[in-house]
Every structure is written in structure tokens, then in C-alpha cells.
């Protein structure tokens, strides 16, 4: 398709032609390149001693890295505005993907049903997180458009509707239907913290529309008091609890993973082995490269280290969310709010997890864990950033 | 939040617009200030708790998980002798290992399967035995004296991984068990193990000096004492590890060297160590010893320990066999008692607890050995107190002489006895030996001429010469195990009881002192008055032969003066030439000492002892010698079961001087002959035969050989001994004439207990000649050939010269308190 010149632009092309935020591709770039060393280097000896060839991993993950700069750039092309109607289909296709996967189309691995075989294999719940940001985006944003529908009071039926609608219930009902579907179908994968970010995702475009604060105060509550059941009726739970609370205690077994972890961090001191001299990598933590890249960081560029990670980490959450604050219209802003809340959520996760702070969830930490779709629809999700920000008017002084 | 009523009323689409954009903007910066700083402090501050406020903890945990420490053990230094002779030296060896369980699991039971492809677990265990048995048959071909049946029952244990078959394989029969272990593929079961043995190439010599490494490192004499100098410090390894244990070689690594122990150079001269064994042997037999004895030898001039001899004695490479005969004997006859002894106490004990006559037997048997090693193991030079006798005189000479109480023309009178405030002592002479000078005093070993000596000293006066001659401390040698000594106090000594301690100390009985400080005291006596710190180790040095540490002779005091030394030296010279000494006079040197014999508390036990120095006028060394409790030929006899005088003088002196002889002969000194000895001298027989007797006469003359003449005629035809061999001065020559021919060979004559003169004739008349030793030549009546060096009656070439040792009866016995 030939490119049309500026003067046949609508203006909604033009502004789709606006320039991305550059800051925050830098960061992204920034944590993707320190993600990949890091990532290279702690899997250097799980890939020498267990699969023969040190490269095995970085080279997997600098492809997908590379297709997914790609597909981030080539999503921030996209004007943004498409993905409104783009919106609902998603959301269908990835339910029906979840659907699959719990059909003999799904591969199990390690006993979890999460992946679905369609020549390539790849873990649908990754798409609907980012479907189920897009839907609820797509539809909060007319809201205030919205007509609600009115019953007469005189009814037992109409007064209670008039009654849910005015609580805002009614409202939410469809929200909750859609997110109640998608995460019955990942949590019965079973797939607990990908269960866990589509819901962060879900509530926090939620929230950011302008539900009341109630619903997720009830929500929380109701949660909570599910958790607190959970961890005190089922011993499994109580396991993980007591793990969490005292890892060293069990640090043959279970604890084994988050002891090593924290030998690792603590090992490193203030400024760290130096780069690539991690002793912790040697087979100590299973599986450094996956959700314990973290760990290796620390335990190589030391507290400082970890610190300078962390600080891209909050910039690139800062920078999303004050583009969602600048963003054009409702839909690119809550777009925004969704995905930069799915990452800082899971970023937390990870890294409150490898330090112990939480009980362990099983949550990688973006751009830097091994996983090349996972890493290219995080690529992906940050060209949709990119693309709201090419539409942000230019300040008016400029 | 607004509430209800105020929202219907904005009916207006743009203003609820602008109210929604708000809410968002308003929700997403409440979002962004959760996300984007709420969340990171958490994590922040525990990542500031881990990686720096518990940094040390995690440190020290990761380092305990990620290093893996190998020792690389050090080798051990060498013992060498003054001469750089190796006395003490670390090899490797190998031990043999097993592991039976891996030798099970290298026959795969997969492999024997029978028809229906079950495993057939007879076959498979046939096949382990048969395998079992190969391996025996094996090894038992490389070392022929293993112990099958115990190979056996080891192999059988299906559990072990770790069976030590052998130790202590030298490299030959390493190299053949390498080799069939290759052959048979069998080093996933059967491995050598490298390690380290100390090997001894003396053997038994110089054993409690040198003393052994076991499994601890050194546990006796040098080996012990000088441990830290000896063993080095083993280095160390320090690699990263894998959670899998492989070794990493990273930045972490860290090595550091072993560090070989040093070698030691001893003053000990193994060549004069010998002599100083032979002769404790020599004597140990000669005189029925039973408690064997000890030989000391001493540089008296910087108290440099030359040997150090301790009789029974061991093999430091089988430190806990028992190879003394007469140690195993006493072992042997100490079992019926501790078995009674056991017996005993086994009775008092619980049924059930009760050990079984045989290991009742058993456990005896264990025990006196064990008594019987340690006996071995002492060394009796420095652990061993024993009452030193007449040897003493000489001390208490020195102290009397210093002391200006006597001097050289003293006269002491001797009527065979002394009362001590009403109690009779005896002298050794019961008959006395009447009015003597100081010098024959000391000659005579004078039991009452010393009491009266000491008398004059007063005990103040001789408990600070104890003090002086260092007989109240250790002396400080560099080996362990050193005894004090005299136990005696200064309070008890002066005090009234110990009166009669003054009376016996005066001859050295009564007390004991470690035969290390007799001699280091006497030593001092003798070298100018100069009392020296005894020391065994000259130098340690590095593998290269830098020396690391030497030794300087340390002098602890000056005991007594220069010319109170010398005076004693004059003196003690005369015991050989002219008193009881005189066994240990040696042609050609001029040996001086005292001797000794001192009764035990124990009846019927002596010890007897010669402390010999030579050259008299220079001392260049010194020797105590002594034997331990020779058997008496009956209970209370002064004879021994092989018919000799149980004295120092008859006994130890001897031996003494031949062992100085040799000494001095190792060491080069040049002899100097008197001029009777002069004559006894070995002289070149000239040319006789083919001249006429009145020429031959003034021949032999010029070399002081007289002659006689078999035959008849004017012109010697032939001669014996035959011209240019060595006979003693004063020799007669056979000269034949005429026709006579000289015999072949003849029989040796029996000359054992005849005087000087009838020995000498009486070999001189069968054809022989004499060349006599062991004591002066002032050959008395009394001296009377002890040996003779080729036994009577066995066949000799005539002209054959034979030596004959002397020996003069001395009377020098224990005698004391009746």
C-alpha cells in the first residue's frame, strides 16, 4: 500500500502520524537490552551444564527480542483507534482459545494445561490478558454515553433494578460475566498468577473508568476473606504460608528455591561479583533464567544494581501512566492504564516474590525471564503504548 | 465521589464527558502514584535487607555452599645424621581400596536372564562370586601373603563401599596391582589411594632418639618433639563448586602452596650411634644383663649429643613389635599375673558382662605388651633416674677441689668403714684401703675418703653444687620425655634427717638424676667448668639446604674454674692409668673417667656404669655408660651368671674404653704413646731370612724384637712371621736354620685367665703372637686375659698374631649401709 501523502490525511491519520514518546521506547529499550544480558547470563549455566551449549537460551530469547522490537514498532504504526472494534473480537477469539486448550488441541507441561499446539505453541492466557484490557478499554470509555434503562418503581422487578442500576451494578455485570469467564477458564488450567494478572488488568481499567470505589473495596474484601479461608482450611496453603514465612526451615525442600534466591541477593552485596560472575547460577537456584533472573542481577551488579533496575522499572510505569494521563481520548488512556498496571502488577509479583516479601506465585519479570511469546506480546502491548502516544496533542507552548 | 441527585442534573452530554475524563484522569494519577512509586517502596527496602543490612549472613552462607576446600598434604622432612646420612624419610605408598557394593553392581542382572527373560538371580550371584574369586586369586598372585579367608569375608560385605585391603604398598607392588587393575577393568571398585610412610633406613638405630610418626604424626622422641618443624603446613585448594560439585575454576579460586616440612640435621653420628649400640649388646650378653642399659656420648665442650643409645630397643617401621628377646620374655612372664589380676575383677563383675577365659588371656596378653612397648619406646638416657654410684665422686671432687676445702695433698685414712652419727657405712674394700692421697682416693673410689669430703663441703655447700651441676632441673634437651631428677629438696637435705643423705650423696648413692644430667655435670667437670644445655638437633633447613634454624651450644653456667677443672682432669685420668679405671685404658690414648655401681633399692640390682672422657688433656668426648641389673649367679652374689665381678670397673669400664677407642679412631684423633706403650707398639718385621743370626739379631734389635732359633746352622733360611708384617713391639721372632722348615698352621693355645707375660709365652712357644688390649701396661698379677680372639684349639696360620684382651679385677663394688 502505497503511502498517502499528508495533504489526503484525515485528520485522525495525521495524528496517528504524531511522533511516539521517545522516553518511553527508550526505557523499554533500555530494560530490554539490560533484561537480555541479564538473562544470557544467568542462564549460562543451567544452558552449559545441563543442555551442553551456553547459548542455548539468549540465542531463542534475542530472536523473539528482535521480532518482538519489531512487532513493537510496527504496532505503534497502527493508529490506535482501530483497536476499538479490533476489541471484541479479541476478546472472543481468546475465549475460544481458552476454550482449546482445555480440548486435546491443549499440551500440558509440568502437569498445568496452558499451552495450545496450533503449529506453534503458545500460551493463549497471554493474549487474553491484553484482549481483556482492550474490551473493558474499548467499552468504559462511553460510559458516560451510555443510556441506562429504566423500570418503573411501581414493580418488585423494576425497583430492584432501578435499585442495582443505581448501585451500578447492572453496570458491571457484563464486566464481571466476561472477567469471571476468562479467569475461570486459566484458573482451572490450572494457572494461578496468570489468573491473577488478568484480573489486576481487568480491575484496574475498572477502577481507572470510575467504578465505584466500593465494588473493589467489596471485591477486596471478599477475596481476602476467600484467601484467609483458603490458607487456613487447606494444609497445601498453610504449607506455602509457612514456607513463606520461614523458607530457611525447609531449606532442603521447598524452601530450597527462595533460600538459594536470597543467598544469591544477599551474596551480592553493594555493588555485586561483577557482571557474569555469579556463583548462584551455578545449578544452586533452579532455573535462574525463568522467574529468578532478579536474583542473578543482584547477586552480579549488587544492591546498586538491583536499585538502577528497579528505577527503569518505575520510571516506565510513570512515564505509561502519565501518558495515559495526556492520552487523546478515554480509550487510548485506559488502554494505557491496563497494560502499564498489568506490568508494574507483575513486576511487583516477581520481585516481591524473589525477595521473599510475598509467598511464591510463579510470575516471570518482563523483558528479562526467558519466554519468547511472552516477551513479544509484552513488546507488542508496549507498541499499543507507543501508538495512544503518537496521537497526544502537542503542548500548547511548543 | 458526587452523589446521585447531582449527576441526573447534569443533563448536559459535554459536561458529563468533561466529569468522565476527569474521574479518569483523577483515577489513573491515583493509580500511577500506587504503581509507580507504593509498589517499589517495599521492594526497595527489602532488597536494602538482603543484599546489605544481611549481607555478612547471606555471605557467609554462600560461601559455605559454593566453595569446595581440598587439602594438598605437605611432605615430611627428613632426619639426617651429622654426616647428611638420611635416618628418617617420607615415601609415598599406596592403600588398596574396595568397595564390595560397586563390585555387585558391576555385574549388570539384566545380563542373566533366564528363558522367559526373568532375572535369574542364581546365575547373577554366581556370576559375583566368580568374580569375587578372580580378584582374590588376583591379588593374592602380586602379594603372596595375604590373608584369603579375611579378603574373603570383606568382599562378602554387600553394604561397604569402602574395604582398605592393603596399606602401605611401595610403588613395585603398586605398579602390579595398577596393572591388573587395567587388565581386569576393575577401577570402578578396586583403586589405589595415594599416602605417606615414614620409613626409618637405620632400622633400630638411634630408635627413641628418632622415636615414630603414627596416624597422628609424630608420637615419640624427635618425631614428636619437633612435630611442627617437621610435618609443614598442608596447603590448600579453594575452588567454586556447581550445587553439583564440580570444581570451578573462577576468580574464587584460591591456592595455597603446602609448605614441606624441614629437614633436621642431627648432631647424632649414626657411625658412633653404632658403636654405642654394639657395645650396650656386647655387654647385654657378655654379662648377663637383664634390664638392659644405656650408652651416652657427649661433645663435653658444647654438649652436643654424638649418640644416644637405649637398650631394649625397636624398629621404628614396626614401631609396636615387641623384636627385643629378653622385653618379650618379660612380657611373657608378666601375663600370668595380670590374668589373675583380671580374673579377679571379672569375677566381681555382672554375669552377663563377664569376658571368657581366652579373652580373659587375651586381654593379659594385650596388656603386657603394651607395657612392654612403652618400655621400649622410653628413652633411658633422659627418662629413666638412676642412682649414679661412684661416677658421682667426680662432682663431688670438683666441688671440694673449688671450694678450696681439700687439696692434692690431703690425705685421707680409710679403715674400711665410716660412722655416720653412729651408723656404720662400708667401704667397698672391707679391709680399708689405709692412708691414700686425694688422687688415690679417687683411684680407690674411697666410699669413707668422700664422706669425709663431703663432710667438709657441708650440705648448704653441696646442695648448691646439686643446684650448680643442674641436678635439680631438666637439662633442656630438644627431646621429649624428660625426667627432673633428684627429688631431693634443699630443706630435707640440710636439715638433721637428711644428715645421712649428705653421707651416701658423698659417693653417689641413695639419689637419683637422670643419666642426661650425670653427664652434661660431669662433662662440665671435665671441660673447663663450662655447663652446657644438651641438644640432639644441630640445624633445620629447607629442601634447598638453607639452613632455617641452627644451634649454638648454650651455656647455662660455669660451674667450677678453669684450673678446679683441669686439677680433676689430671686426676681423673689416673682411675684409668692406675685405679679402678683401668679396664678402660686403650694403648695410645689417654682416656680419663670414673666408674660406678650403684645397688637399687631393689635387691640383687645393680646398675653399673663408666663415665670415660678422651683425650684426657683435651676432652673431645665423653661416654656414660651402663648396664642395667646383671644377673647374679646366685641371690646375693657379687658375680655375674657369665663369672664376672658385678662392678663398673670390671663391667661397664671395658666396654667403655673400647668404645671410646673406637670413637676416638672414627674421629681421627691422633694417639699418643707413653713410651711402654711405645714399645708394645706394632712394628714392620724386617727381612731376616738369607742372613746370618748375628745380622738378623741386630735387625730385629733396631725394631725392639728379641728372637729365638729352631734348628741348626748360621744362616736363617726362613722366618716367622714373614718379613714386612705387623707384630706387636717386643715380639719374639722364630728364626729356622739349616734345614729347619716352619709349620703350616698350628693350634691356638688356650690363654684365657693367664697373666700378661704367661699368655704372651705361652702363644709365642705354639708360633703366635700376642697383642694385647684392655689395660694398662702395667700389666699386675691381677690382670688376667678375658678373651681371645681366635678360641683355643682352633687352627691358625703360625705367625698368626692374636689379640688377647685384659681385664684387671677392680674392687670397686657397691658398698653402703649394712
Redesign the interface.
Given at each position: 500500500m502505497a503511502r498517502k501523502p499528508k495533504r489526503d490525511l484525515t485528520v485522525e491519520e495525521q495524528l496517528a502520524r504524531g511522533p511516539m514518546d521517545l522516553p518511553f521506547l527508550m526505557l523499554v529499550l533500555l530494560l530490554l537490552g539490560i533484561g537480555l544480558i541479564m538473562m544470557f547470563s544467568a542462564s549460562y549455566?543451567t544452558a552449559y551444564?545441563k543442555d551442553g551449549d551456553p547459548l542455548v537460551y539468549i540465542t531463542r530469547q534475542a530472536m523473539f527480542g528482535g521480532v518482538g522490537v519489531l512487532a513493537m514498532y510496527v504496532v505503534s504504526k497502527i493508529n490506535y483507534q482501530t483497536f476499538r472494534w479490533m476489541a471484541l473480537p479479541a476478546m472472543v477469539g481468546s475465549i475460544v482459545l481458552l476454550v482449546l486448550v482445555h480440548t486435546p488441541l491443549g499440551v500440558v507441561h509440568n502437569g498445568a494445561r496452558r499451552w495450545l499446539n496450533l503449529g506453534i505453541e503458545f500460551q493463549p492466557s497471554e493474549f487474553a490478558k491484553i484482549a481483556v484490557i482492550l474490551f473493558f478499554a474499548a467499552r468504559l470509555c462511553k460510559?458516560?454515553?451510555q443510556r441506562h434503562k429504566r423500570y418503573k418503581n411501581r414493580t418488585f422487578f423494576g425497583r430492584t433494578y432501578n435499585f442495582f442500576d443505581?448501585i451500578g451494578l447492572i453496570e458491571l455485570l457484563p464486566y464481571a460475566v466476561v472477567l469471571g469467564l476468562v479467569a475461570g477458564l486459566v484458573v482451572t488450567q490450572p494457572h494461578l498468577s496468570g489468573t491473577l494478572l488478568i484480573l489486576a488488568g481487568g480491575a484496574?481499567v475498572l477502577?481507572?473508568?470510575?467504578i465505584?470505589?466500593g465494588w473493589f473495596a467489596a471485591g477486596g474484601g471478599i477475596v481476602g476473606a476467600l484467601a484467609a479461608a483458603l490458607i487456613y482450611f487447606t494444609p497445601y496453603m498453610t504449607a506455602r504460608i509457612n514456607l513463606w514465612q520461614d523458607p530457611w526451615s525447609f531449606r532442603q525442600g521447598d524452601g530450597y528455591q527462595t533460600v538459594q534466591s536470597?543467598?544469591?541477593?544477599?551474596?551480592?552485596?553493594?555493588l555485586g561479583r561483577g557482571l557474569g560472575?555469579s556463583?548462584?547460577k551455578?545449578?544452586?537456584i533452579p532455573e535462574p533464567e525463568n522467574d529468578f533472573v532478579f536474583p542473578i542481577v543482584?547477586e552480579e551488579l549488587?544492591?546498586v544494581g538491583?536499585?538502577v533496575v528497579?528505577v527503569l522499572?518505575?520510571l516506565l510505569?510513570?512515564r505509561g501512566?502519565?501518558l495515559?494521563?495526556h492520552a487523546r481520548d478515554?480509550f487510548g488512556?485506559?488502554t494505557i492504564?491496563g497494560i502499564?498496571?498489568l506490568l508494574?502488577?507483575q513486576?511487583?509479583l516477581n520481585?516481591?516474590v524473589v525477595?521473599?516479601?510475598i509467598p511464591n506465585t510463579g510470575i516471570s519479570l518482563p523483558f528479562f525471564s526467558y519466554g519468547g511469546t511472552a516477551l513479544m506480546i509484552q513488546l507488542a502491548e508496549m507498541g499499543m503504548v507507543l501508538s495512544i502516544s503518537r496521537q497526544i496533542p502537542a503542548p500548547k507552548n511548543d | 465521589m458526587t452523589n446521585r441527585p447531582d449527576r441526573e442534573r447534569r443533563e448536559d452530554r459535554g459536561e458529563r464527558r468533561a466529569y468522565s475524563k476527569r474521574m479518569v484522569f483523577r483515577r489513573s494519577l491515583f493509580l500511577m502514584l500506587v504503581c509507580g512509586v507504593g509498589l517499589f517502596i517495599p521492594l526497595v527496602i527489602q532488597l536494602w535487607n538482603i543484599s546489605i543490612r544481611d549481607h555478612d549472613f547471606y555471605q557467609q552462607q554462600a560461601t559455605r555452599q559454593q566453595l569446595m576446600d581440598v587439602s594438598v598434604s605437605a611432605h615430611r622432612g627428613e632426619i639426617r645424621d651429622a654426616n647428611g646420612e638420611v635416618m628418617a624419610m617420607s615415601a609415598t605408598v599406596y592403600n588398596l581400596i574396595l568397595a564390595p557394593k560397586d563390585l555387585m553392581n558391576s555385574v549388570d542382572p539384566d545380563d542373566y536372564t533366564d528363558e522367559e527373560g526373568e532375572p535369574d538371580t542364581a546365575a547373577w550371584q554366581e556370576a559375583v562370586e566368580d568374580l569375587r574369586e578372580e580378584i582374590v586369586d588376583g591379588l593374592a598372585a602380586i602379594r603372596p601373603d595375604l590373608d584369603r579367608e579375611s579378603l574373603e569375608a570383606r568382599m562378602q560385605r554387600e553394604n561397604s563401599q569402602y574395604e582398605v585391603l592393603l596399606t602401605d604398598l611401595e610403588e613395585d607392588e603398586a605398579q602390579a596391582i595398577r596393572e591388573f587393575i587395567e587388565e581386569n577393568g576393575t577401577a570402578y571398585y578396586l583403586y589405589l589411594t595415594p599416602s605417606t610412610k615414614r620409613y626409618y633406613p637405620f632400622g633400630a638405630l638411634a630408635s627413641q632418639v628418632l622415636g615414630f610418626v603414627n596416624a597422628n604424626g609424630g608420637a615419640y622422641g624427635l618425631e614428636a618433639r619437633y612435630e611442627d618443624v617437621l610435618k609443614g603446613v598442608p596447603g590448600r585448594v579453594v575452588t567454586g563448586r556447581t550445587a553439583e560439585n564440580d570444581e570451578l575454576y573462577n576468580s574464587y579460586s584460591n591456592y595455597i602452596d603446602a609448605v614441606n616440612g624441614y629437614d633436621l640435621t642431627l648432631t647424632l653420628d649414626s657411625t658412633i650411634q653404632s658403636y654405642a649400640e654394639q657395645i650396650l649388646e656386647k655387654g647385654i650378653a657378655a654379662y648377663d644383663v637383664q634390664n638392659g642399659g644405656f650408652c651416652l656420648v657427649m661433645d663435653p665442650n658444647t654438649g652436643a649429643v654424638l649418640a644416644m643409645a637405649s637398650s631394649p630397643e625397636f624398629d621404628p617401621n614396626q614401631y609396636s613389635l615387641i623384636t627385643d628377646s629378653i622385653l618379650q620374655g618379660e612380657a611373657q612372664s608378666e601375663v600370668p599375673a595380670i590374668y589373675e589380676q583380671l580374673k579377679a575383677e571379672n569375677a566381681q563383675k555382672p554375669a552377663e558382662e563377664q569376658l571368657t577365659d581366652a579373652e580373659l588371656q587375651e586381654q593379659a596378653q594385650a596388656q603386657a605388651n603394651a607395657a612392654a612397648r612403652e618400655t621400649q619406646w622410653g628413652n633411658k638416657g633422659l627418662s629413666e633416674p638412676y642412682e649414679p654410684g661412684s661416677t658421682f665422686k667426680a662432682l663431688v671432687l670438683a666441688a671440694a677441689l673449688e671450694e678450696g676445702v681439700v687439696s692434692e695433698n690431703d690425705t685421707f685414712y680409710c679403715p674400711g668403714y665410716y660412722m655416720v652419727n653412729g651408723t656404720r657405712i662400708n667401704c667397698s674394700k672391707r679391709e680399708g684401703h689405709g692412708q691414700q692421697t686425694l688422687a688415690q682416693a679417687v683411684q680407690n673410689s674411697c666410699n669413707p675418703a668422700f664422706m669425709m669430703i663431703g663432710q667438709r663441703l657441708g650440705a648448704e655447700k653441696f646442695y648448691d653444687y646439686f643446684e650448680a651441676f643442674g641436678m635439680t632441673e631438666k637439662t633442656g634437651i630438644d627431646l621429649p620425655g624428660e625426667q627432673e631428677g633428684l627429688d631431693w629438696g634443699r630443706e630435707y637435705f640440710t636439715s638433721l634427717e637428711g644428715y645421712m643423705s649428705l653421707a651416701t650423696a658423698s659417693f653417689g648413692q641413695r639419689f637419683t638424676v637422670t643419666p642426661l644430667q650425670m653427664i652434661r655435670a660431669f662433662s662440665s667437670v671435665i671441660n673447663g667448668g663450662n655447663l652446657y644445655q644438651p641438644y640432639v638437633v644441630q640445624s633445620a633447613s629447607d629442601a634447598s639446604g638453607a639452613v632455617i634454624q641452627n644451634t649454638e651450644p648454650t651455656l647455662v653456667r660455669q660451674v667450677v674454674s678453669q684450673q678446679t677443672s683441669q686439677r680433676c682432669r689430671t686426676i681423673l685420668e689416673t682411675v684409668v692409668s692406675e685405679g679402678t679405671g683401668h679396664n678402660a685404658y686403650q694403648a695410645g690414648y689417654r682416656i680419663g673417667g670414673k666408674t660406678g655401681s650403684s645397688e637399687t633399692t631393689e635387691k640383687d640390682h645393680t646398675i653399673v656404669s663408666f663415665m670415660g672422657f678422651a683425650p684426657a688433656d683435651d676432652p673431645q668426648v665423653i661416654v656414660l655408660l651402663a648396664y642395667d641389673n646383671p644377673r647374679p649367679a646366685s641371690p646375693g652374689s657379687d658375680w655375674s651368671t657369665t663369672g664376672v665381678y658385678i662392678s663398673g670397673g670390671n663391667m661397664a669400664a671395658p666396654m667403655a674404653g673400647e668404645v671410646i677407642a673406637q670413637i676416638l679412631d672414627y674421629l681421627d684423633v691422633e694417639k699418643q704413646y707413653t713410651a711402654e706403650e711405645s714399645a708394645a707398639v706394632d712394628v714392620t718385621t724386617p727381612q731376616v731370612a738369607g742372613y746370618t743370626v748375628a745380622d738378623a739379631e741386630t735387625r730385629l734389635e733396631d725394631k725392639g724384637l728379641s728372637y729365638r732359633t729352631v734348628g741348626e746352622g748360621d744362616v736363617v733360611t726362613s722366618q716367622v712371621p714373614a718379613a714386612y708384617s705387623a707384630v706387636p713391639g717386643g715380639s719374639t721372632v722364630i728364626l729356622y736354620l739349616g734345614d729347619a722348615v716352619p709349620e703350616e698352621t698350628g693350634a691356638v693355645p688356650n690363654v684365657v685367665g693367664l697373666s700378661y707375660e704367661a699368655a704372651k709365652s705361652a702363644l709365642e712357644q705354639a708360633g703366635f703372637f700376642m697383642r694385647a688390649s684392655g689395660t694398662s701396661t702395667y700389666y699386675s698379677d691381677a690382670s688376667k686375659a678375658q678373651s681371645q680372639s681366635v678360641a683355643a684349639g682352633e687352627t691358625a696360620a703360625i705367625g698368626t698374631v692374636i689379640n688377647v684382651q685384659f681385664s684387671t679385677m677392680v674392687e670397686d663394688g657397691y658398698a653402703g649401709i649394712d
Open positions: 549455566a551444564y460510559r458516560d454515553t443505581r484496574s477502577f481507572a473508568a470510575g465505584h470505589w536470597l543467598i544469591a541477593m544477599g551474596s551480592g552485596g553493594l560472575n556463583m548462584q551455578m545449578l544452586y543482584v549488587g544492591f538491583g536499585l528497579l522499572f518505575a510505569i510513570l501512566y502519565w495515559a494521563l478515554r488512556a485506559l492504564v502499564i498496571s508494574a502488577v513486576v511487583f520481585i516481591g525477595t521473599n516479601l | -
